[in-house]
DNA sequence: AAGTGGTCTAGACCACTTT
DNA sequence: AAGTGGTCTAGACCACTTA
Protein backbone atom coordinates (compact mmCIF):
# COMPACT_ATOMS: atom_id res chain seq x y z
CA UNK A 1 0.00 0.00 0.00
CA UNK A 2 0.90 3.85 -0.57
CA UNK A 3 2.62 5.22 2.02
CA UNK A 4 0.35 7.94 3.46
CA UNK A 5 3.43 10.64 3.32
CA UNK A 6 3.28 9.38 -0.72
CA UNK A 7 1.71 12.69 -1.80
CA UNK A 8 3.24 12.30 -5.55
CA UNK A 9 0.83 14.10 -8.35
CA UNK A 10 -2.26 11.96 -8.53
CA UNK A 11 -4.36 11.14 -11.56
CA UNK A 12 -5.47 14.60 -12.15
CA UNK A 13 -2.55 17.15 -12.02
CA UNK A 14 -3.92 20.09 -9.97
CA UNK A 15 -4.17 23.14 -11.37
CA UNK A 16 -2.24 25.16 -9.11
CA UNK A 17 0.90 23.17 -8.35
CA UNK A 18 3.01 25.76 -8.18
CA UNK A 19 0.91 28.67 -7.13
CA UNK A 20 1.99 30.09 -3.46
CA UNK A 21 -0.44 31.37 -1.09
CA UNK A 22 0.43 33.73 1.65
CA UNK A 23 -0.87 33.33 4.64
CA UNK A 24 -0.40 35.80 7.43
CA UNK A 25 -1.35 34.26 10.70
CA UNK A 26 -0.72 37.14 12.54
CA UNK A 27 -3.30 39.18 10.46
CA UNK A 28 -6.85 39.57 11.72
CA UNK A 29 -8.62 38.10 8.36
CA UNK A 30 -9.68 35.12 9.05
CA UNK A 31 -7.33 32.30 7.48
CA UNK A 32 -10.15 30.27 5.44
CA UNK A 33 -10.80 34.43 4.11
CA UNK A 34 -7.03 35.10 2.82
CA UNK A 35 -7.25 31.60 0.98
CA UNK A 36 -10.78 32.58 -0.65
CA UNK A 37 -9.31 35.87 -1.43
CA UNK A 38 -6.48 34.57 -3.33
CA UNK A 39 -8.24 31.28 -5.06
CA UNK A 40 -10.43 34.34 -6.69
CA UNK A 41 -7.51 36.35 -7.38
CA UNK A 42 -5.98 33.77 -9.03
CA UNK A 43 -9.60 32.60 -10.75
CA UNK A 44 -9.32 36.31 -12.05
CA UNK A 45 -6.02 36.77 -13.73
CA UNK A 46 -6.71 33.58 -15.43
CA UNK A 47 -4.40 31.29 -13.42
CA UNK A 48 -7.00 29.11 -12.68
CA UNK A 49 -8.81 28.69 -15.95
CA UNK A 50 -12.11 27.19 -16.02
CA UNK A 51 -12.61 23.57 -16.00
CA UNK A 52 -9.65 23.46 -14.14
CA UNK A 53 -9.33 20.86 -11.07
CA UNK A 54 -8.06 22.68 -7.54
CA UNK A 55 -6.74 19.59 -6.16
CA UNK A 56 -7.76 17.43 -3.40
CA UNK A 57 -8.86 19.11 0.04
CA UNK A 58 -6.39 16.99 2.06
CA UNK A 59 -3.23 17.72 0.08
CA UNK A 60 -4.29 21.04 -0.24
CA UNK A 61 -4.72 21.79 3.63
CA UNK A 62 -1.49 19.71 4.20
CA UNK A 63 0.42 21.77 1.65
CA UNK A 64 -0.91 25.07 3.14
CA UNK A 65 -0.54 23.75 6.65
CA UNK A 66 -4.34 24.49 7.55
CA UNK A 67 -6.94 22.31 8.85
CA UNK A 68 -9.33 20.59 6.38
CA UNK A 69 -12.19 22.27 7.43
CA UNK A 70 -10.78 25.99 7.21
CA UNK A 71 -9.39 24.99 3.57
CA UNK A 72 -13.19 23.62 3.04
CA UNK A 73 -14.62 26.55 4.28
CA UNK A 74 -12.75 28.88 2.05
CA UNK A 75 -14.04 26.63 -1.03
CA UNK A 76 -16.75 26.78 0.40
CA UNK A 77 -17.55 30.54 0.19
CA UNK A 78 -16.46 30.78 -3.46
CA UNK A 79 -19.11 27.97 -4.08
CA UNK A 80 -21.63 30.27 -3.23
CA UNK A 81 -20.14 33.00 -4.92
CA UNK A 82 -20.78 30.76 -7.85
CA UNK A 83 -17.06 30.86 -8.77
CA UNK A 84 -16.15 26.57 -8.28
CA UNK A 85 -18.36 23.94 -8.46
CA UNK A 86 -17.80 20.89 -5.86
CA UNK A 87 -18.78 16.79 -7.73
CA UNK A 88 -18.33 14.23 -5.24
CA UNK A 89 -16.00 11.52 -6.31
CA UNK A 90 -14.48 13.70 -8.79
CA UNK A 91 -12.84 17.12 -7.29
CA UNK A 92 -13.38 21.07 -7.08
CA UNK A 93 -13.20 22.65 -10.77
CA UNK A 94 -12.92 26.20 -11.48
CA UNK A 95 -16.95 26.85 -13.30
CA UNK A 96 -16.60 27.38 -16.68
CA UNK A 97 -18.83 29.95 -17.37
CA UNK A 98 -18.74 33.20 -19.74
CA UNK A 99 -19.96 35.32 -17.26
CA UNK A 100 -16.69 35.31 -14.84
CA UNK A 101 -17.20 38.52 -12.58
CA UNK A 102 -20.77 39.31 -12.63
CA UNK A 103 -22.36 42.22 -10.63
CA UNK A 104 -22.89 40.12 -7.72
CA UNK A 105 -26.44 40.06 -6.55
CA UNK A 106 -26.37 43.66 -5.81
CA UNK A 107 -29.14 46.09 -7.24
CA UNK A 108 -29.52 47.04 -3.54
CA UNK A 109 -26.68 49.60 -4.23
CA UNK A 110 -27.63 50.02 -7.77
CA UNK A 111 -27.67 53.65 -6.56
CA UNK A 112 -24.18 53.46 -5.38
CA UNK A 113 -22.51 51.55 -8.33
CA UNK A 114 -24.49 54.21 -10.97
CA UNK A 115 -21.91 56.58 -9.63
CA UNK A 116 -19.00 54.99 -11.27
CA UNK A 117 -20.41 56.37 -14.45
CA UNK A 118 -21.74 60.29 -14.45
CA UNK A 119 -23.16 60.41 -10.97
CA UNK A 120 -25.46 63.60 -10.56
CA UNK A 121 -28.15 63.68 -7.90
CA UNK A 122 -30.44 66.84 -7.13
CA UNK A 123 -32.66 66.61 -4.00
CA UNK A 124 -36.12 67.94 -5.30
CA UNK A 125 -38.16 67.91 -1.80
CA UNK A 126 -36.67 66.92 1.62
CA UNK A 127 -39.30 67.30 4.46
CA UNK A 128 -41.35 65.64 7.08
CA UNK A 129 -45.17 64.81 6.43
CA UNK A 130 -47.48 62.55 7.59
CA UNK A 131 -47.38 59.09 6.27
CA UNK A 132 -50.05 57.80 3.86
CA UNK A 133 -51.37 54.55 3.99
CA UNK A 134 -48.89 52.41 1.90
CA UNK A 135 -46.18 54.20 3.43
CA UNK A 136 -47.08 53.62 6.88
CA UNK A 137 -47.79 49.85 6.26
CA UNK A 138 -44.09 49.35 4.48
CA UNK A 139 -42.81 51.59 7.18
CA UNK A 140 -44.78 49.80 9.93
CA UNK A 141 -45.76 53.17 11.61
CA UNK A 142 -49.24 54.82 12.30
CA UNK A 143 -50.69 56.00 9.42
CA UNK A 144 -50.28 60.01 9.64
CA UNK A 145 -47.53 59.97 11.55
CA UNK A 146 -44.57 61.76 10.72
CA UNK A 147 -41.84 60.20 8.37
CA UNK A 148 -39.61 62.12 5.87
CA UNK A 149 -39.59 61.87 2.48
CA UNK A 150 -36.89 62.71 -0.36
CA UNK A 151 -37.36 63.52 -4.07
CA UNK A 152 -34.28 63.09 -6.27
CA UNK A 153 -33.69 63.24 -9.57
CA UNK A 154 -30.38 61.36 -10.62
CA UNK A 155 -28.48 61.92 -13.57
CA UNK A 156 -25.93 60.19 -15.43
CA UNK A 157 -23.88 61.96 -18.23
CA UNK A 158 -26.07 65.01 -17.64
CA UNK A 159 -29.31 63.29 -18.53
CA UNK A 160 -31.63 62.13 -15.98
CA UNK A 161 -31.74 58.72 -15.63
CA UNK A 162 -34.76 58.54 -13.18
CA UNK A 163 -36.82 59.70 -10.19
CA UNK A 164 -36.26 58.77 -6.50
CA UNK A 165 -39.02 58.83 -3.51
CA UNK A 166 -38.09 57.66 -0.43
CA UNK A 167 -40.24 57.13 2.60
CA UNK A 168 -37.89 57.24 6.28
CA UNK A 169 -38.80 56.79 9.65
CA UNK A 170 -38.23 60.34 10.72
CA UNK A 171 -36.30 59.79 14.02
CA UNK A 172 -34.02 57.65 12.27
CA UNK A 173 -31.62 59.88 11.11
CA UNK A 174 -31.39 63.74 9.47
CA UNK A 175 -30.94 64.01 5.70
CA UNK A 176 -28.70 66.50 4.84
CA UNK A 177 -29.47 67.83 0.92
CA UNK A 178 -26.03 68.39 0.49
CA UNK A 179 -24.36 65.14 1.30
CA UNK A 180 -26.85 63.47 -0.61
CA UNK A 181 -26.47 65.50 -3.67
CA UNK A 182 -22.40 63.93 -3.54
CA UNK A 183 -23.23 60.37 -2.74
CA UNK A 184 -25.99 57.60 -2.47
CA UNK A 185 -28.59 57.55 0.15
CA UNK A 186 -27.21 54.38 1.51
CA UNK A 187 -24.18 55.64 1.99
CA UNK A 188 -25.32 58.57 4.19
CA UNK A 189 -27.33 55.69 6.03
CA UNK A 190 -24.77 53.91 6.91
CA UNK A 191 -22.24 56.46 8.08
CA UNK A 192 -25.16 56.88 10.11
CA UNK A 193 -24.93 53.86 12.20
CA UNK A 194 -27.38 52.34 10.25
CA UNK A 195 -26.80 48.64 9.13
CA UNK A 196 -28.64 47.03 6.01
CA UNK A 197 -29.30 43.71 6.31
CA UNK A 198 -32.04 42.74 3.66
CA UNK A 199 -34.84 44.41 0.83
CA UNK A 200 -37.97 42.81 -0.74
CA UNK A 201 -38.13 45.00 -4.43
CA UNK A 202 -40.72 44.83 -7.23
CA UNK A 203 -40.04 45.67 -10.30
CA UNK A 204 -42.84 46.64 -12.88
CA UNK A 205 -43.20 49.39 -15.83
CA UNK A 206 -45.67 51.74 -16.81
CA UNK A 207 -46.76 54.33 -19.50
CA UNK A 208 -45.37 57.89 -18.65
CA UNK A 209 -47.49 60.49 -17.35
CA UNK A 210 -47.02 64.07 -18.91
CA UNK A 211 -45.46 65.94 -15.79
CA UNK A 212 -42.94 62.43 -15.45
CA UNK A 213 -42.06 62.79 -19.09
CA UNK A 214 -41.40 66.17 -18.65
CA UNK A 215 -38.88 66.07 -15.33
CA UNK A 216 -37.31 63.16 -17.42
CA UNK A 217 -37.01 64.47 -21.18
CA UNK A 218 -38.95 61.45 -22.08
CA UNK A 219 -42.54 62.02 -24.44
CA UNK A 220 -45.83 61.21 -22.29
CA UNK A 221 -46.64 57.18 -22.40
CA UNK A 222 -42.73 56.11 -22.62
CA UNK A 223 -42.22 52.99 -21.04
CA UNK A 224 -41.08 53.30 -17.36
CA UNK A 225 -39.53 51.08 -15.54
CA UNK A 226 -40.63 51.24 -11.47
CA UNK A 227 -39.45 49.85 -8.63
CA UNK A 228 -40.51 49.53 -5.24
CA UNK A 229 -38.19 49.09 -2.21
CA UNK A 230 -38.49 48.52 1.32
CA UNK A 231 -34.99 47.90 2.75
CA UNK A 232 -34.59 46.48 6.75
CA UNK A 233 -31.97 46.45 9.45
CA UNK A 234 -30.46 43.47 10.77
CA UNK A 235 -33.17 43.56 13.42
CA UNK A 236 -35.78 43.06 10.33
CA UNK A 237 -36.91 46.32 11.27
CA UNK A 238 -38.19 48.89 8.14
CA UNK A 239 -36.12 51.82 7.51
CA UNK A 240 -36.75 52.93 3.72
CA UNK A 241 -39.44 53.09 1.73
CA UNK A 242 -38.99 53.57 -1.84
CA UNK A 243 -41.10 54.23 -5.02
CA UNK A 244 -38.62 54.52 -8.21
CA UNK A 245 -38.90 55.21 -11.62
CA UNK A 246 -36.27 54.63 -14.06
CA UNK A 247 -36.23 55.31 -17.72
CA UNK A 248 -36.37 52.25 -19.54
CA UNK A 249 -34.48 53.35 -22.63
CA UNK A 250 -31.51 54.60 -20.42
CA UNK A 251 -31.80 51.74 -17.49
CA UNK A 252 -31.97 47.90 -16.81
CA UNK A 253 -31.73 46.18 -13.64
CA UNK A 254 -29.44 42.93 -14.08
CA UNK A 255 -28.78 40.11 -11.53
CA UNK A 256 -27.58 37.03 -11.30
CA UNK A 257 -28.75 33.98 -9.85
CA UNK A 258 -27.60 30.83 -8.27
CA UNK A 259 -29.64 27.82 -7.80
CA UNK A 260 -29.84 26.50 -4.10
CA UNK A 261 -28.56 23.21 -3.84
CA UNK B 1 -17.28 29.03 40.11
CA UNK B 2 -19.99 27.15 38.81
CA UNK B 3 -19.54 23.54 37.61
CA UNK B 4 -20.07 23.01 34.05
CA UNK B 5 -22.62 20.35 34.12
CA UNK B 6 -24.78 23.42 35.97
CA UNK B 7 -26.60 24.10 32.63
CA UNK B 8 -29.78 25.96 34.80
CA UNK B 9 -31.15 29.12 32.42
CA UNK B 10 -28.70 31.49 31.62
CA UNK B 11 -29.48 35.68 31.85
CA UNK B 12 -32.06 35.03 28.80
CA UNK B 13 -33.98 32.56 29.06
CA UNK B 14 -33.61 30.36 25.44
CA UNK B 15 -37.15 29.93 23.81
CA UNK B 16 -36.59 26.98 22.87
CA UNK B 17 -36.40 25.56 26.31
CA UNK B 18 -39.28 23.23 25.75
CA UNK B 19 -38.55 22.42 22.19
CA UNK B 20 -37.79 19.31 21.42
CA UNK B 21 -36.14 18.33 18.22
CA UNK B 22 -36.61 14.90 16.96
CA UNK B 23 -32.64 14.17 15.14
CA UNK B 24 -32.62 10.24 13.18
CA UNK B 25 -29.16 9.63 13.12
CA UNK B 26 -29.96 6.56 10.54
CA UNK B 27 -31.56 9.41 8.48
CA UNK B 28 -29.91 10.06 4.98
CA UNK B 29 -30.49 13.94 5.40
CA UNK B 30 -27.27 15.51 6.68
CA UNK B 31 -28.11 16.17 10.97
CA UNK B 32 -27.27 19.91 10.01
CA UNK B 33 -30.17 19.94 7.83
CA UNK B 34 -32.65 17.77 9.91
CA UNK B 35 -31.99 20.51 12.89
CA UNK B 36 -32.40 23.49 10.54
CA UNK B 37 -35.65 22.08 9.24
CA UNK B 38 -36.76 21.96 12.78
CA UNK B 39 -35.42 24.85 13.86
CA UNK B 40 -36.97 26.71 10.75
CA UNK B 41 -40.89 24.95 11.04
CA UNK B 42 -40.70 26.40 14.73
CA UNK B 43 -39.56 30.21 13.35
CA UNK B 44 -42.68 29.25 10.85
CA UNK B 45 -45.36 28.41 13.45
CA UNK B 46 -44.52 30.92 15.60
CA UNK B 47 -43.28 28.59 18.42
CA UNK B 48 -39.84 30.61 17.57
CA UNK B 49 -41.31 34.72 17.30
CA UNK B 50 -39.28 37.35 16.06
CA UNK B 51 -36.53 38.47 18.37
CA UNK B 52 -36.61 35.31 20.56
CA UNK B 53 -33.11 34.76 21.60
CA UNK B 54 -31.75 31.02 19.97
CA UNK B 55 -29.90 29.87 23.57
CA UNK B 56 -25.94 29.54 22.84
CA UNK B 57 -24.51 27.30 21.10
CA UNK B 58 -22.30 25.20 22.94
CA UNK B 59 -25.47 24.39 25.54
CA UNK B 60 -27.67 23.67 22.31
CA UNK B 61 -24.99 21.47 20.75
CA UNK B 62 -24.98 19.51 24.48
CA UNK B 63 -28.67 19.31 24.66
CA UNK B 64 -28.93 18.03 21.33
CA UNK B 65 -26.65 15.50 21.77
CA UNK B 66 -24.30 17.51 18.86
CA UNK B 67 -21.30 18.97 18.51
CA UNK B 68 -20.79 22.18 17.97
CA UNK B 69 -19.62 22.65 13.95
CA UNK B 70 -22.87 20.95 13.42
CA UNK B 71 -24.77 23.26 15.21
CA UNK B 72 -23.39 26.07 13.59
CA UNK B 73 -23.75 24.36 10.20
CA UNK B 74 -27.49 23.99 10.67
CA UNK B 75 -27.93 28.06 12.07
CA UNK B 76 -25.75 29.39 9.67
CA UNK B 77 -28.12 28.14 7.04
CA UNK B 78 -30.76 29.77 8.55
CA UNK B 79 -28.47 32.93 8.55
CA UNK B 80 -27.79 32.74 5.21
CA UNK B 81 -31.23 32.28 4.51
CA UNK B 82 -32.26 35.89 6.57
CA UNK B 83 -34.25 34.01 9.38
CA UNK B 84 -31.98 34.28 12.05
CA UNK B 85 -29.08 36.96 12.93
CA UNK B 86 -25.91 36.54 14.97
CA UNK B 87 -24.46 39.07 16.84
CA UNK B 88 -21.39 38.22 18.90
CA UNK B 89 -21.52 38.69 22.52
CA UNK B 90 -25.03 38.91 22.53
CA UNK B 91 -26.50 35.96 20.55
CA UNK B 92 -28.57 34.36 18.03
CA UNK B 93 -31.88 36.10 17.22
CA UNK B 94 -34.35 35.37 15.16
CA UNK B 95 -35.15 38.07 12.36
CA UNK B 96 -37.67 40.62 13.22
CA UNK B 97 -39.21 41.27 9.95
CA UNK B 98 -42.74 41.46 8.72
CA UNK B 99 -41.84 39.78 5.57
CA UNK B 100 -41.65 36.37 6.99
CA UNK B 101 -41.31 34.27 4.23
CA UNK B 102 -40.40 36.04 0.88
CA UNK B 103 -40.23 34.64 -2.37
CA UNK B 104 -37.05 32.91 -0.97
CA UNK B 105 -34.82 34.25 -4.17
CA UNK B 106 -36.63 32.36 -7.09
CA UNK B 107 -37.33 34.24 -10.39
CA UNK B 108 -35.50 31.69 -12.21
CA UNK B 109 -38.76 29.11 -11.20
CA UNK B 110 -41.36 32.23 -11.76
CA UNK B 111 -42.86 30.07 -14.72
CA UNK B 112 -43.40 27.09 -12.54
CA UNK B 113 -44.71 29.14 -9.52
CA UNK B 114 -47.12 30.88 -11.66
CA UNK B 115 -48.33 27.18 -12.21
CA UNK B 116 -50.06 27.74 -8.88
CA UNK B 117 -52.31 31.08 -10.36
CA UNK B 118 -53.95 28.94 -13.04
CA UNK B 119 -51.61 28.02 -15.93
CA UNK B 120 -51.77 27.38 -19.63
CA UNK B 121 -49.49 27.27 -22.48
CA UNK B 122 -49.63 27.76 -25.77
CA UNK B 123 -46.81 26.48 -28.06
CA UNK B 124 -46.56 28.80 -31.22
CA UNK B 125 -43.69 28.02 -32.25
CA UNK B 126 -41.10 24.98 -31.69
CA UNK B 127 -38.74 24.08 -34.69
CA UNK B 128 -34.63 24.23 -35.62
CA UNK B 129 -33.25 27.63 -36.79
CA UNK B 130 -29.75 29.06 -37.56
CA UNK B 131 -28.87 30.83 -34.63
CA UNK B 132 -28.55 35.27 -35.39
CA UNK B 133 -25.59 36.81 -33.71
CA UNK B 134 -27.15 37.50 -30.55
CA UNK B 135 -28.41 34.12 -29.56
CA UNK B 136 -25.18 32.47 -30.94
CA UNK B 137 -23.23 34.59 -28.55
CA UNK B 138 -25.22 33.92 -25.37
CA UNK B 139 -24.87 30.12 -26.12
CA UNK B 140 -21.51 30.35 -27.01
CA UNK B 141 -22.32 28.74 -30.51
CA UNK B 142 -21.32 29.66 -33.72
CA UNK B 143 -23.22 32.08 -35.82
CA UNK B 144 -25.36 30.37 -37.70
CA UNK B 145 -25.34 27.05 -36.29
CA UNK B 146 -28.52 24.93 -35.67
CA UNK B 147 -30.35 26.09 -32.19
CA UNK B 148 -33.95 25.29 -31.03
CA UNK B 149 -36.14 28.13 -31.10
CA UNK B 150 -39.22 28.23 -28.97
CA UNK B 151 -41.95 30.50 -28.74
CA UNK B 152 -44.68 30.33 -25.90
CA UNK B 153 -47.96 32.16 -24.93
CA UNK B 154 -48.25 32.22 -21.20
CA UNK B 155 -51.77 32.88 -19.92
CA UNK B 156 -52.95 32.91 -16.45
CA UNK B 157 -57.27 32.85 -15.49
CA UNK B 158 -57.92 32.73 -19.10
CA UNK B 159 -56.02 35.92 -20.11
CA UNK B 160 -52.46 36.13 -21.54
CA UNK B 161 -50.02 37.73 -19.64
CA UNK B 162 -46.39 36.65 -21.46
CA UNK B 163 -44.87 36.09 -24.35
CA UNK B 164 -41.72 33.95 -23.78
CA UNK B 165 -39.22 33.29 -26.35
CA UNK B 166 -36.07 30.41 -25.43
CA UNK B 167 -33.22 29.26 -27.47
CA UNK B 168 -31.59 25.99 -27.03
CA UNK B 169 -28.78 24.58 -28.14
CA UNK B 170 -29.98 21.72 -30.29
CA UNK B 171 -28.25 18.56 -29.52
CA UNK B 172 -29.27 19.08 -25.73
CA UNK B 173 -32.61 17.41 -25.45
CA UNK B 174 -35.68 17.34 -28.16
CA UNK B 175 -38.96 19.66 -26.70
CA UNK B 176 -42.26 17.73 -26.82
CA UNK B 177 -44.87 20.95 -27.31
CA UNK B 178 -47.31 18.93 -25.38
CA UNK B 179 -45.50 18.18 -22.69
CA UNK B 180 -44.60 22.38 -22.51
CA UNK B 181 -47.95 22.79 -22.56
CA UNK B 182 -48.50 21.15 -19.36
CA UNK B 183 -45.54 22.22 -17.46
CA UNK B 184 -42.80 24.79 -17.44
CA UNK B 185 -39.21 24.35 -19.81
CA UNK B 186 -37.30 23.75 -16.46
CA UNK B 187 -39.23 21.66 -15.63
CA UNK B 188 -38.89 19.34 -18.74
CA UNK B 189 -35.21 20.40 -18.93
CA UNK B 190 -34.62 18.85 -15.20
CA UNK B 191 -36.31 15.27 -16.03
CA UNK B 192 -33.90 15.78 -18.79
CA UNK B 193 -31.03 15.39 -16.51
CA UNK B 194 -30.00 19.81 -16.90
CA UNK B 195 -29.43 20.65 -13.69
CA UNK B 196 -29.82 24.43 -13.57
CA UNK B 197 -26.95 26.11 -11.73
CA UNK B 198 -26.83 29.46 -12.58
CA UNK B 199 -28.70 32.67 -14.36
CA UNK B 200 -27.64 35.85 -15.77
CA UNK B 201 -30.76 38.04 -16.09
CA UNK B 202 -31.67 41.69 -17.79
CA UNK B 203 -34.84 43.07 -16.84
CA UNK B 204 -36.14 46.18 -18.81
CA UNK B 205 -39.14 47.72 -20.65
CA UNK B 206 -40.25 49.15 -23.68
CA UNK B 207 -43.55 49.87 -25.33
CA UNK B 208 -45.28 47.42 -27.24
CA UNK B 209 -45.73 46.99 -31.05
CA UNK B 210 -49.22 46.50 -32.60
CA UNK B 211 -48.16 43.10 -33.24
CA UNK B 212 -46.99 42.61 -29.81
CA UNK B 213 -50.36 44.75 -28.50
CA UNK B 214 -52.47 42.28 -30.70
CA UNK B 215 -50.84 38.98 -29.02
CA UNK B 216 -50.92 40.00 -25.75
CA UNK B 217 -54.65 41.75 -25.41
CA UNK B 218 -53.09 45.21 -25.00
CA UNK B 219 -53.01 48.30 -27.19
CA UNK B 220 -50.08 49.23 -29.01
CA UNK B 221 -47.88 51.17 -27.34
CA UNK B 222 -48.52 50.21 -23.87
CA UNK B 223 -45.58 48.96 -21.40
CA UNK B 224 -44.49 46.24 -21.42
CA UNK B 225 -41.62 44.07 -19.25
CA UNK B 226 -38.66 42.45 -21.09
CA UNK B 227 -36.78 40.08 -19.94
CA UNK B 228 -33.44 38.54 -20.91
CA UNK B 229 -32.55 35.59 -19.43
CA UNK B 230 -28.68 33.23 -20.04
CA UNK B 231 -28.96 30.11 -17.72
CA UNK B 232 -26.09 28.35 -17.62
CA UNK B 233 -25.90 24.24 -15.66
CA UNK B 234 -23.27 23.16 -13.50
CA UNK B 235 -20.10 23.60 -15.54
CA UNK B 236 -21.03 26.79 -16.45
CA UNK B 237 -21.77 25.81 -19.83
CA UNK B 238 -24.79 27.95 -21.29
CA UNK B 239 -27.82 26.01 -21.78
CA UNK B 240 -30.91 28.23 -22.52
CA UNK B 241 -31.04 31.80 -23.50
CA UNK B 242 -34.08 33.71 -23.23
CA UNK B 243 -36.05 37.13 -23.83
CA UNK B 244 -39.41 37.37 -22.33
CA UNK B 245 -42.64 40.31 -23.14
CA UNK B 246 -44.69 40.31 -19.52
CA UNK B 247 -48.24 42.22 -19.64
CA UNK B 248 -46.88 45.35 -17.19
CA UNK B 249 -50.38 45.47 -16.02
CA UNK B 250 -50.89 42.16 -14.36
CA UNK B 251 -47.06 41.30 -14.25
CA UNK B 252 -44.46 42.28 -11.46
CA UNK B 253 -40.73 40.65 -10.63
CA UNK B 254 -40.44 40.93 -6.88
CA UNK B 255 -37.13 39.60 -4.91
CA UNK B 256 -35.82 39.22 -1.55
CA UNK B 257 -32.06 40.75 -1.55
CA UNK B 258 -29.80 40.02 1.55
CA UNK B 259 -26.60 42.01 2.17
CA UNK B 260 -23.58 39.78 1.98
CA UNK B 261 -21.91 40.92 5.35
C1' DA C 1 -10.27 -0.44 -5.60
C1' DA C 2 -8.87 4.07 -5.27
C1' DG C 3 -9.85 8.81 -4.88
C1' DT C 4 -12.95 12.42 -4.05
C1' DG C 5 -16.04 15.47 -1.42
C1' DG C 6 -19.80 15.18 2.59
C1' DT C 7 -20.45 14.83 7.27
C1' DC C 8 -19.27 14.75 12.12
C1' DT C 9 -16.65 14.98 16.53
C1' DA C 10 -14.45 17.05 20.82
C1' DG C 11 -11.99 19.83 21.99
C1' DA C 12 -9.22 24.87 21.89
C1' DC C 13 -8.34 29.90 21.92
C1' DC C 14 -9.81 34.49 20.57
C1' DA C 15 -12.69 38.93 19.92
C1' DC C 16 -16.50 41.18 21.05
C1' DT C 17 -20.50 42.76 23.99
C1' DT C 18 -22.65 43.37 28.15
C1' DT C 19 -22.83 43.62 33.18
C1' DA D 1 -15.75 39.25 34.59
C1' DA D 2 -18.87 36.54 32.29
C1' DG D 3 -21.10 35.15 28.24
C1' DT D 4 -21.48 35.07 23.42
C1' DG D 5 -20.29 33.94 18.61
C1' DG D 6 -15.86 33.53 15.36
C1' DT D 7 -12.17 30.81 14.18
C1' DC D 8 -9.27 26.76 14.02
C1' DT D 9 -7.42 22.03 14.74
C1' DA D 10 -6.61 16.86 13.86
C1' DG D 11 -8.51 13.52 13.32
C1' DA D 12 -12.74 9.94 11.77
C1' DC D 13 -16.10 7.46 8.87
C1' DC D 14 -19.22 7.55 4.96
C1' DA D 15 -21.22 8.04 0.00
C1' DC D 16 -20.29 8.70 -4.38
C1' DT D 17 -17.68 8.52 -8.88
C1' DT D 18 -14.45 6.56 -11.85
C1' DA D 19 -11.57 3.11 -13.56
Do not use: W
Not at 94 to 105: A, D, G, K, T, Y
Not at 194 to 222: K, M, P
Not at 237 to 254: I, K, M, N
Request: charged share 20%; proline share 5%; hydrophobic share 40%.
Amino acid sequence: MAKTGDRARTKAASALGSLDFALDRGSPVPLYHQLAQQLEAAIGHGVLAPGNLLGNEVDLSVRLGLSRPTVRQAIQSLVDKGLLVRRRGVGTQVVHSQVRRPLELSSLYDDLEAAGQGPATEVVRNEVVPAACDVAAALGVPEGSEVTVLDRLRLTHGRPVALLRNYLPVPLLDLDSARLESTGLYRVMRSAGITLHSARQTVGARAATAQEAARLDESAGAALLTMRRTAYDDTGRPVEYGTHLYRASLYTFDFQLLVRP
